[in-house]
Structure formats: structure tokens, C-alpha cells
């Protein structure tokens, strides 16, 4: 008999793990924060012991969900402006508000988005932000992981005045928060229309030698498309290609607007894709063709998007929206099956976090679970575990969330963050954004 940290049994566990194996009346043994025994509960049980075992009964056990493209400050402008065209939505609402961000009020929202993702069973998320320092203050207090970066254009933002202090900034936060295991670090270029040639290559150089990933958002509406074609005479895709800026290393955030040849190009240089279905709805962008993609063996994560564009960070309800979209996209009930979509918000977003250690649940991997209720109506009867957390779960189901074995959330408490104070602060903060917009329209 083996001592662990902490002993979990549940009645279902969807490992996520190589042959997608579950596990019908589970127990999982944690030392550490990384996962040393996953099997049928008399085996677990008869193998280690702990002062901590958690009975977690008609519970179905998971990886945390991975949510590969978000801006969790934005949390802030949730709701405050809706159903505009895109240029009027971001000149006359997003900008103004964005423009006088301080610190303080990044670190506020996206403990905000922190709060939302533990609660709704999301354990890891990509994170392309303003004052990417505050938000890594406010993940490491929540006890999330996060791959972030600094957004970086050729204009000044709120963090630095132009574009060569900007990346300086990248360097100073990687060496800064280096030696954090939960807060890893990307070079993050916002966009082809608001960077330069000059400014992706420099980015590509960083993320080379630094050995970070890159992302980037790519293709998003035929509008980028145009625009691209007349500054850089190439298509998006084409010409982040040509810039050197397509790899294993790099997650392209939309992937919307892309022609075969593009595809083509995306699973030849290995790019991963980060697919915001809600978001690509809400702003009306379009639809991305993620059926050709994942034919052609592209990595297509999921993501959220910031919270203006849709509005949730639920990695639930994020998963069901996806699945209803491709298949009314095709006219075809077959495609985007259940498990598809569950492997991009999880195993798939591992690869492009280059972070092979989370997105499952098998010996060696880290303690990344979440819990849920199965006695909820919403999950009665159970036939298909897959199938229920794809097309039933509405995430208000997960009762306990925990990252490396720490417990981060459990029977609607938050154990890292005072969330009575958080409800206040955000009420105050929503004050400040509504006259930012108003002096504005
Ligand atoms: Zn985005």
C-alpha cells in the first residue's frame, strides 16, 4: 500500500487519454499535482491510501476544460454594447473603454474570467490581453494556468508607447514569471492589420529564440481579407506564410476566410487553429470550415473569444454551439461529432499550449479535474458519457475544479478568491466603463 496526496472516486471518469478510454466506477491517486494511479476504484483502493480521499459518488470526472483563445479582462465590456456592426461595436465601444485601461481594472476582469472559467469546469486558457501582467497576477491568485502574451501592435496601447518598447515588455514579463509552472507565455502579434511585415518578423525572431509559441489572430472576416490583399497584396494566410510565421509553434486564432490552398497550407506547416464558433456567430464573421481542416489534419482547438463577443466563457456551451454549427453549416448531422469537438477542448488545446501534460487524465499527467454532478435532471438517464458533456452539460453542473490537486472550487465556494468582494468590485467597474462609452457616443 502506497501513500497519495489525494484519493478522488467517481462513478464515471472520460479520461480524454490515448484510446479515449472511461472508466465506469473510477478512482484517480495524486501525488504531487500529477496524476500517479487512474483505474477501476477496488484496484486504486487496494493500491494506495490518503488522509485526503474525496467520495465524490454519482460524479463524472474530467480534465479541465482548455480554452484556447480568450481575453479574460474583457470580461469588463460584457454586455455593455451588442448587436452593432463590427467597425462601430469596436471604434465606439471596445476602443474607447480599452484605450484608458489600467492596471488595476485589467487584474479585476479577468479574475472576473477566472472566477467564470473555475466555476464552469475550464482549468487552462490562452490569454492574448493589455497589460498581460496584471491578468498573470490574477491567475495566479485563481490557481489557473494560462499561456499568455502581452497583444502587441504597431500602434501604442495602454502597456507601452510604441512597438519596440512593447516587445522589450514581452521579454521582461517572460523572465518575470518564468519560474511560474501555471503561467506560461506566448509572443502574441494581435493581428495582420494592425501590425507591420517588419513587426511579425521581429515577433517570429523573439518566439524563436526565446522558444515561445506565437499567436495571432488569422482570417477572421473577408473584410481582414481585403484589407490584406491591398497593403500586402497576399491573402492572410499566404502572407503570414511568407513572413515565416506559420509552425507547430504557432495557433492562428479564426481561421475563417481561408481558401483550399490555405487549408493546404495550415496542415502542411503544422499551425494549430483556435475555432470561437459563438464568437464567429455573434459578430457575424462567418463559418469556419473546420470539416476540411480536420481532413487535412490541422489542430483545431476551441476557444471563447473575449467576453463582448459572446458573451460567456463557458467551454460547455462553447462545445454544443460548435457541434450545431458545422452540422447545420453541412447540412449533415454526422459531422463535428461529439468526441471531435470534446478532443479540441481538450487534448487538441494541449498541443497548441504546448502542454502535453494537461488535456487528459493517465499516470504522469497533471491533476487538472473537474467534477460533475450526474444527479442533475439535465444528465438522467446516462447512456453516453461523451455525448452527455457535449450536447446536455450547461457547466452549472461541476461541483469541484482543481489544477495540479489544488482545489480551486468546490459545492459553489471559491477557495482562492473572495468572490463576495469580487461581485462589488464589478459592480463599481461597470459604472466606469458605461462613461467611457457614453463620452464617447
Ligand atoms: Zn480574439
Not at 472511461?22 to 483502493?45: P, S
Not at 467520495?55 to 454586455?79: D, F, K, Q, V, W
Not at 497583444?151 to 518598447?165: C, I, K, V
Not at 447512456?383 to 489544488?406: F, R
Request: glycine fraction near 6%; hydrophobic fraction near 40%; charged fraction near 20%.
Amino acid at each position: 500500500m502506497q501513500a497519495c496526496d489525494t484519493l478522488l472516486f467517481a462513478e464515471i471518469i472520460v479520461t480524454q487519454d490515448e484510446t479515449r478510454s472511461i472508466i465506469h466506477n473510477g478512482g484517480i491517486a495524486i501525488t504531487d499535482g500529477t496524476i500517479v494511479c487512474i483505474d477501476a476504484a477496488d484496484t486504486v483502493r487496494s493500491q494506495y491510501t490518503s488522509e485526503n480521499v474525496m467520495e465524490l459518488g454519482s460524479s463524472l470526472l474530467m480534465p479541465g476544460l482548455i480554452n484556447s483563445h480568450t481575453h479574460a479582462a474583457m470580461t469588463l465590456l460584457r454586455g455593455a454594447a451588442d448587436d452593432l456592426p463590427l467597425m462601430d461595436w469596436l471604434n465606439n465601444h471596445i476602443f474607447p473603454v480599452e484605450q484608458n485601461l489600467k492596471a488595476e481594472q485589467v487584474e479585476l476582469g479577468a479574475l472576473l474570467a477566472c472566477a467564470e472559467m473555475t466555476r464552469y469546469g475550464t482549468t487552462s486558457f490562452t490569454d492574448m490581453y493589455l497589460i498581460e501582467d496584471a491578468t498573470y497576477k490574477a491567475v495566479d491568485q485563481s490557481g489557473l494556468r494560462v499561456l499568455g502574451g502581452e497583444a502587441l501592435f504597431m500602434f501604442p496601447s495602454p502597456a507601452y508607447p510604441d512597438f519596440d518598447t512593447g516587445i522589450a515588455l514581452v521579454r521582461e514579463l517572460e523572465s518575470k514569471w518564468r519560474n511560474n509552472p501555471r503561467i506560461r507565455q506566448a509572443v502574441m502579434p494581435h493581428a495582420v492589420y494592425t501590425t507591420t511585415p517588419e513587426i511579425l518578423t521581429i515577433c517570429r525572431e523573439v518566439a524563436e529564440e526565446l522558444d515561445l509559441p506565437i499567436h495571432i489572430h488569422l482570417a477572421e472576416t473577408q473584410t481582414e481579407t481585403q484589407a490584406c490583399i491591398e497593403s500586402f497584396g497576399k491573402r492572410p494566410v499566404e502572407y503570414a506564410h511568407s513572413l515565416g510565421l506559420l509552425s507547430e509553434r504557432t495557433t492562428v486564432a479564426h481561421a475563417v476566410d481561408l481558401t483550399d490552398d490555405e487549408i493546404t497550407l495550415l496542415a502542411e506547416t503544422g499551425t494549430n487553429v483556435a475555432h470561437n464558433p459563438e464568437s464567429n456567430m455573434k459578430l457575424a464573421s462567418g463559418m469556419a470550415p473546420i470539416e476540411k481542416m480536420l481532413a487535412k489534419g490541422v489542430n483545431i482547438t476551441l476557444g471563447t473569444d473575449g467576453a463582448a463577443s459572446n458573451n460567456a466563457l463557458n467551454m460547455f456551451t462553447e462545445m454544443a454551439s460548435c457541434a450545431f454549427l458545422h452540422k447545420v453549416q453541412h447540412l449533415d448531422p454526422t459531422v463535428a461529432s461529439a468526441q471531435t469537438v470534446l478532443d479540441m477542448a481538450t487534448c487538441n488545446g494541449s498541443r497548441s499550449m504546448r502542454q502535453p501534460d494537461i488535456g487528459s487524465l493517465a499516470v504522469g499527467q497533471q491533476a487538472d479535474i473537474i467534477a460533475i454532478d450526474l444527479t442533475q435532471p439535465n444528465l438522467l438517464p446516462m447512456h453516453n458519457p461523451v455525448s452527455q458533456l457535449v450536447y446536455a452539460t450547461t457547466g452549472a453542473e461541476v461541483h469541484m475544479s482543481m489544477v495540479a490537486g489544488d482545489i480551486l472550487y468546490q459545492n459553489g465556494k471559491y477557495l482562492r478568491i473572495d468572490y463576495p468582494a469580487l461581485i462589488e468590485a464589478a459592480k463599481d467597474v461597470a459604472k466606469w466603463v458605461q462613461k467611457k462609452i457614453q463620452k464617447r457616443s
